[in-house]
């Protein structure tokens, strides 16, 4: 008996739409998982945004972010602190904000091998990605202040949850269905 033919989707976008939804609602959660800092809060929002990345692939991953920031910048309270519109990317935080899509793009090509060595390199990559957001960020940061207290409030209160969330996300990726981002 021949078999029946693979049924598609009833609409070839609906996938990437939900996956695109449902990465921007991961953004939104994360952004009000929220301890208060002055002037940058502690958020899960690398977390996600790595996370993003690494299974969306590159360009899904950095289109889900700027999704995401386009709505901050249109007015939805999406970030931490419900934030929102242009203050949101000209303030202190603005800096991480604009690293976030390079960070997911970036995500998108770390190994998938699913080894010892296949975990250990991601979780050097998350890592890296990290301090790449803590770079952009601190910098954007050190230009509104100063160098000092941008590597006072803006990037060593983050070192110990960046590792942290980089060892989380090669976790997360590691404990997916069939072992596959």
Do not use: C, D, N
């Not at 929220?34 to 945004?49: A, D, H, W």
């Not at 604009?98 to 250990?120: D, R, W």
């Not at 983050?158 to 072992?179: D, N, Q, R, T």
């Amino acid at each position: 008996m021949p078999k029946a033919p693979a049924r598609s989707p009833a609409h070839p976008l609906l996938r990437p739409v939900l996956i695109g939804l449902a990465g921007i609602a991961a953004l939104t959660v994360s952004s009000y998982v929220s301890l208060p800092m002055y002037p940058v809060p502690v958020t899960l929002q690398t977390l996600v945004v790595v996370l993003l990345g690494a299974v969306a692939g590159p360009r899904a991953g950095a289109a889900i972010v700027l999704a995401w920031l386009g709505l901050a910048m249109g007015g939805a309270p999406v970030l931490a602190g419900g934030k929102t519109g242009l203050a949101a990317f000209a303030g202190p935080t603005a800096g991480y904000l604009f690293a976030f899509p390079v960070a997911a793009f970036l995500a998108g090509f770390l190994p998938k091998a699913q080894s010892l060595e296949g975990h250990g390199i991601r979780f050097a990559g998350f890592l890296g990605l990290h301090a790449l957001i803590l770079v952009i960020g601190g910098g954007w940061l050190a230009m509104l202040t100063s160098p000092e207290v941008a590597l006072g409030s803006g990037v060593v209160p983050f070192l110990a949850g960046s590792l942290l969330k980089s060892a989380l996300a090669a976790a997360v990726i590691a404990a997916l269905p069939g072992g596959k981002a």
